[in-house]
Structures are given as C-alpha cells and as structure tokens.
C-alpha cells in the first residue's frame, strides 16, 4: 500500500499506520529469532498469537477495555498478535533465564 494512498483519507490512513507497525512487530520477532534461534521458539510464538487473540476478543466484548484501533476483528489493533505471540517468546526466555539462577 502506497503512503500516497495513505495521507488522502484518515480511515486509511489509520490503518496504513496499524500494518506499519503489524510489518515492525514481524521485522523484530523475525530479526529475534534469527538471532537467537531455541527449540520450541515458534510453538511458543504461535500459542501466543492464536491463545492470546482469542482471549483478547472476548475480554475487549465484555468492556473492560477498548481501542480506538479496531481493525483487527473490529475491537482490536492489527499488530496485538504479534505483540502478544512475541511477548510469549519473551516470556519464555525470561523464565529459562531466572531457572539459571
């Protein structure tokens, strides 16, 4: 999608913003995982993703919290996924890490 397309309507706009930072999320985990690859990295990233998306729907329903971005199943930011499916990678280096010590 051109920026051009991007700065003629606010919509679209919005939206071309939300798949920027959909594009920036996949660019770090990607750039992560290249950098430090470990077993069970993408099964992790992937329950996040699905686990955490289904989970977010239905508490965004219930109206405890809302976004003003609602392009992603019209509650929630396109990028949430990837943010959640990366969190959960994090997650689980962290606790690998703090078993260590």
Do not use: N
């Amino acid at each position: 999608m051109s920026f051009a397309i991007c700065k003629e309507h606010t919509t679209t706009k919005r939206y071309c913003g939300e798949v920027s930072w959909g594009w920036y999320y996949i660019a770090i985990i990607i750039i992560s995982l290249l950098k430090k690859w470990e077993r069970g990295d993408i099964t992790v990233l992937l329950f996040g993703f699905f686990a955490l998306t289904v989970s977010e729907y239905f508490f965004i329903l219930t109206g405890v919290e809302t976004f003003t971005r609602t392009s992603l199943l019209g509650v929630m930011p396109l990028w949430l996924p990837f943010l959640w499916g990366y969190a959960f990678v994090a997650i689980k280096r962290a606790i690998k890490i703090l078993e260590q010590e």
